[in-house]
Structures are given as structure tokens and as C-alpha cells.
């Protein structure tokens, strides 16, 4: 059974930075996507990584301040948050789909985590 759960969340003022992991069990050679969903807002695409992390892609809005990375010894992917202003304010969710594409759309992931929250806050 395949098994995604985020972790990292918090608050943390703004310009500061947070590191959110996604870990995942019962599957292997999957391409994992960050999405977000701010309070009275629709989810978004945030990153995606193809399986062996060759490939990477990123919305604009995070574009320069956020890092996707993984870990396959680990089962485990990575976001480096840096620069985080309140407008990152949401529950980040980690999705799992079976073939990469630059398209992070989340219309084409099968499996989700329950999502972690991170609030951007002096």
C-alpha cells in the first residue's frame, strides 16, 4: 500500500526558512509533487521531481527561493524553504504519480499525504 507523510511544518517568521519531508513507503520509482492550499484558496502546484531527481520543475511564485531534492536510499523528498514570506502561508501536501512531467498538476498524482501545516508569522 503506498504510504506518503509529511513532515517539517511550522511557524517560522518572515525571511526565515523551513525544510518539509515527504516520506513514503510501499513504492518505489514514482515522481513526487509539492502542492499547498491556503486558507479560502484553491490547491496549487508548488515542485515536482522526476525519479531520480534529474528533473525538476517549479511555479513562479517559489521560483529561486524554494528547492526540491530526494532521497531514494531514504524514500524520502525534500523541500528547502527559504525566504518565506506570509503568501506561503498553507498545508503542504506531498503527491506521488508514476511518470514524471514538468506539469505540476495535481489532476495527475494518485497518491497524497495528509499534509503538514506552515505559517509565516512575526
Known amino acids: 500500500q503506498l504510504h506518503l507523510v509529511e513532515s517539517g511544518g511550522g511557524l517560522v517568521q518572515p525571511g526565515g526558512s523551513l525544510r518539509l519531508s515527504c516520506a513514503y513507503s510501499?513504492?518505489?520509482?514514482?515522481?513526487i509533487g509539492w502542492f499547498r492550499q491556503a486558507p479560502g484558496k484553491e490547491r496549487e502546484g508548488v515542485s515536482c521531481?522526476?525519479?531520480?531527481?534529474?528533473?525538476?520543475n517549479y511555479a513562479d511564485s517559489v521560483k529561486g527561493r524554494f528547492t526540491i531534492s530526494r532521497d531514494n536510499d531514504k524514500n524520502t523528498v525534500y523541500l528547502q524553504m527559504n525566504s518565506l514570506t506570509p503568501e506561503d502561508t498553507a498545508v503542504y501536501y506531498c503527491?506521488?504519480?508514476?511518470?514524471?512531467?514538468?506539469?505540476?498538476?495535481?489532476?495527475?498524482?494518485?497518491?497524497w499525504g495528509q499534509g503538514t501545516q506552515v505559517t509565516v508569522s512575526s
Open positions: 503527491a506521488a504519480k508514476l511518470v514524471y512531467s514538468d506539469t505540476i498538476d495535481q489532476r495527475r498524482y494518485n497518491y
Open positions: 521531481i522526476s525519479v531520480n531527481g534529474g528533473r525538476t
Open positions: 510501499g513504492f518505489t520509482n514514482y515522481a
